[in-house]
């Protein structure tokens, strides 16, 4: 890989100062690589934790809760796939962003299937890393810290726990749908165009097509809407997108 660290991150004290408390766990087995990658997230400002192999990674994200995990698929004792799998069942509002090897495409179907939330092809430049990471920090944050509880219907939806109840009964979600149902619950009577949720819930513009989230709504719909064939809360605004109305 080519590697251009000195000089691609900073951005001032002003960025400093924003990031200042977000920790960021790095899980990657390459010696320098790590090196570049925390000393441009520390002069970013972000609080930086690494582990070398998989079975650490999981184990420090798990215990440290860090802010945003940056994983390597490629990983030795257990893949980047595996622990990104088991994070997000275990934590699935941690946000995860996989770093792939360019011609993986596999990796990035499966990664996104698992609940990744975006990926960056190696080699990469770490101003495309560093503006991904704000990204991804970016959508995690749009939950506003005061409700955590939202009830609409016969649904009750606890925000940071990632737990669906429709008639008091839990509703299994797979974390890609949780968090476009979150971001629609944190968007309420908006308009909301495919290409905005694809870039806004999925974070790449290219995979997967807006018929992805056409399937995710469908899917919402089946464990919301008491008649999914016509809903009540998830509406179809025709020539826009999808709307919610609680």
């Not at 257990?78 to 934590?91: E, F, H, P, T």
């Not at 606890?158 to 429709?166: A, E, P, S």
């Not at 944190?186 to 495919?194: D, M, N, Q, V, Y």
């Not at 807006?210 to 899917?219: M, S």
Request: proline fraction near 5%; aromatic fraction near 8%; charged fraction near 30%.
């Amino acid at each position: 890989m080519q590697r251009s660290w000195q000089g691609n991150g900073a951005s001032g004290s002003r960025g400093v100062e924003v990031n200042s408390v977000t920790k960021i766990l790095i899980v990657e087995d390459e010696p320098n690589m790590v090196a570049g990658l925390r000393d441009n997230f520390e002069y970013e400002g972000y609080q930086v934790i690494t582990a070398g192999d998989g079975v650490e990674g999981l184990e420090r994200a798990l215990a440290d809760s860090p802010d945003l995990v940056v994983l390597d698929v490629m990983m030795p004792r257990m893949s980047g796939l595996d622990v990104c799998k088991q994070l997000k069942a275990r934590r699935p509002s941690i946000p995860v962003i996989m770093l792939t090897a360019r011609g993986q495409e596999v990796d990035k179907v499966v990664g996104l299937e698992l609940g990744a939330d975006d990926y960056v092809t190696k080699p990469f430049s770490i101003r495309e890393l560093l503006a991904r990471v704000k990204a991804v920090l970016r959508r995690a944050r749009t939950l506003p810290r005061e409700q955590e509880r939202v009830s609409f219907g016969d649904v009750e939806v606890d925000l940071r726990t990632y737990q669906v109840q429709r008639r008091g009964k839990p509703v299994e979600f797979s974390a890609k749908e949780f968090e476009l149902l979150k971001y629609f619950l944190c968007h309420p009577g908006e308009a909301l165009s495919r290409d905005r949720l694809l870039d806004e819930v999925w974070g790449y513009e290219h995979y997967p097509t807006t018929r992805t989230v056409d399937a995710h709504i469908v899917h919402l719909r089946q464990k919301l809407e008491a008649n999914p064939e016509e809903p009540r809360f998830i509406l179809t605004i025709h020539g826009v997108g999808y709307k919610f109305v609680g």
